[in-house]
């Protein structure tokens, strides 16, 4: 069974739409939450993470996601897309003495001006 | 320097072919992994270097031979691939211990003949 979930598969938005993509994970104990973005011929890059402490936290580009351990889940938000966040999300997760990085199966966003 | 540099960038090889795919980082990160990622899937992992030693291989096929030879550099060799090889190669690395935040490479993008 998959250990990390993104529901959405691909979403489609306009400009200064809002948007929440969800990530749950099945994992117990503590874990360390990670969104990745890949714009379309590079590599992850990290946007966000939260290890401990406030569960709403902010990342760069206007990104926000807010962990809610009794939902098991770690959503991304950002209040208003531009064309450019066009790209492949994903959601990991980390679980605390596990070396392993476990990664959901990605949600393609595609912005449209 | 929070870069992880993998070369080639592009890679082509025949079934017979013996290749390697290299990765350096001089974040001082003690952990380095290996990802294959097909197109429109997650990153999925292939093996973990901890203080450059081996400690995860998630059943990869020996065709595919890691090699850690300082705390900085990553090989993985590549041997009698398969068509079905043909992928991203990804190289990440992390500090060790349990906030696993993984610098990502840009990756090798391998086709196998």
């Known amino acids: 069974a998959q250990s990390v979930s993104q529901h959405n598969h691909h979403v489609i938005l306009s400009e200064a739409a809002s948007l929440e993509l969800g990530c749950n994970y099945s994992?117990?104990?503590?874990?360390?939450l990670f969104w990745y973005v890949q714009y379309p011929g590079q590599h992850l890059q990290l946007l966000l993470k939260?290890?401990?402490?406030?569960?709403l936290v902010k990342g760069i580009k206007g990104f926000e996601a807010e962990f809610i351990k009794s939902k098991f889940s770690f959503n991304l938000r950002k209040p208003s897309v531009q064309w450019s966040d066009t790209a492949e999300y994903f959601c990991?997760?980390?679980?605390?003495?596990?070396?392993?990085?476990?990664f959901g199966t990605g949600t393609r966003l595609l912005v449209s001006p | 320097d929070t870069e992880v540099t993998q070369t080639p960038k592009h890679l082509v090889m025949g079934m017979t072919n013996k290749k390697s795919l290299k990765c350096e980082q001089h974040?001082?990160?003690?952990?380095m992994y290996w990802y294959k990622q097909k197109a429109k899937k997650p990153p999925e992992l292939m093996f973990v270097?901890?203080?450059?030693?081996?400690?995860i291989n998630e059943s990869v096929p020996s065709r595919f031979s890691p090699e850690c030879p300082n705390s900085s550099l990553l090989n993985l060799h590549l041997h009698a691939l398969q068509p079905e090889d043909s992928a991203l190669y990804l190289c990440?690395?992390?500090?060790?211990?349990?906030?696993?935040?993984?610098?990502f490479g840009p990756g090798t993008r391998l086709t196998v003949l």
């Open positions: 990440a690395s992390s500090r060790q211990g349990d906030y696993n935040e993984q610098f």
């Open positions: 994992y117990g104990g503590t874990v360390n």
């Open positions: 939260y290890f401990s402490g406030d569960p």
């Open positions: 990991a997760v980390h679980r605390t003495g596990f070396q392993k990085l476990v």
């Open positions: 974040m001082g990160h003690r952990a």
């Open positions: 270097y901890s203080y450059e030693k081996l400690s």
